[in-house]
């Protein structure tokens, strides 16, 4: 908790656009946050202008979750100002296409470095200031229901997630039972579509519930986790019913 007495909050990936919907869902639900920027700079300062009208003692931290050294200097920065953590969402990703044969090291390392090695050690270092509290403290890695369906131009951003959600089962049975640790799996979210993916009315074509997914549903879900305390090691589909295809 904050000195304050507050809970707290470290977000990774928040100055994205779905990200900083969960940044702002969190500091409602009475979170302190300390969340990490790495190029976005004017958009992580718009948010944390927007995130201190609900919570004051907020902050922003820069940190390219690729970088371990980085991680671990945030988190030292974070422990300067926090005395404990309650929350890890760990949601930092990069995501592009890389159609076989022709991905290169450079591309698998941006993703891949991003994506596993970022939360890996993210996850980590939370964990190693949450074993030391008293109480439950909550880890939400946010993942993508890529990891149980085959995209054929997407091979190193969904083996990322593939593991990603094997590391969730590994972290929450070591670090039961004082520490939660879930995954949430967003299927195609409105604000996430790029070039890179089908057309939308195709993607819809492919969702039993017949519509892509927004903020709220991932917001929903986030908060059913932090009222829960009978859940760890789980990964929860957000998809519409998209992996039943």
């Known amino acids: 908790m904050s000195n304050s007495g507050k809970k707290v909050c470290f977000m990774t990936g928040a100055s994205g656009v779905l990200g900083s919907e969960i940044a702002l869902a969190i500091a409602e639900q009475g979170y302190t946050l300390a969340f990490t920027w790495n190029s976005s700079e004017a958009q992580a300062l718009q948010l944390l202008e927007k995130i201190r009208h609900i919570s004051p003692e907020s902050l922003m931290i820069h940190c390219n979750v690729a970088k371990h050294s980085d991680i671990i200097q945030a988190f030292a ?9 309650d929350l890890l969402i760990a949601s930092a990703s990069n995501f592009f296409s890389t159609p076989l044969p022709d991905v290169t090291e450079e591309q698998w ?3 891949v470095d991003t994506n596993l090695k970022g939360t890996f050690f993210t996850m980590q270092e939370a964990v190693r200031i949450m074993q030391k509290q008293d109480g439950v403290s909550r880890i939400i890695s ?7 369906l085959v995209w054929r131009n997407f091979a190193p951003y969904t083996a990322s997630k593939a593991a990603i959600q094997h590391l969730i089962r590994v972290f929450a049975k070591t670090c039961a039972p004082n520490i939660l640790i879930n995954s949430i799996a967003p299927g195609t ?9 089908e057309p939308q009315d195709e993607m819809i074509k492919k969702i039993p519930l017949k519509r892509l997914g927004n ?12 009222e829960s305390d009978y859940i760890t090691g789980q990964v929860l589909n957000v998809d519409g019913g998209r992996v039943l295809q």
């Open 109 to 111: 390392d941006s993703l």
């Open 189 to 197: 979210i409105t604000i996430n579509t790029n070039n890179d993916m």
């Open 215 to 226: 903020p709220t549903d991932i917001i929903r879900t986030i908060i059913f986790l932090l």
């Open 77 to 85: 920065t974070f422990r300067e100002q926090f005395d404990g953590l």
């Open 142 to 148: 946010m993942t993508d229901v890529s990891a149980e």
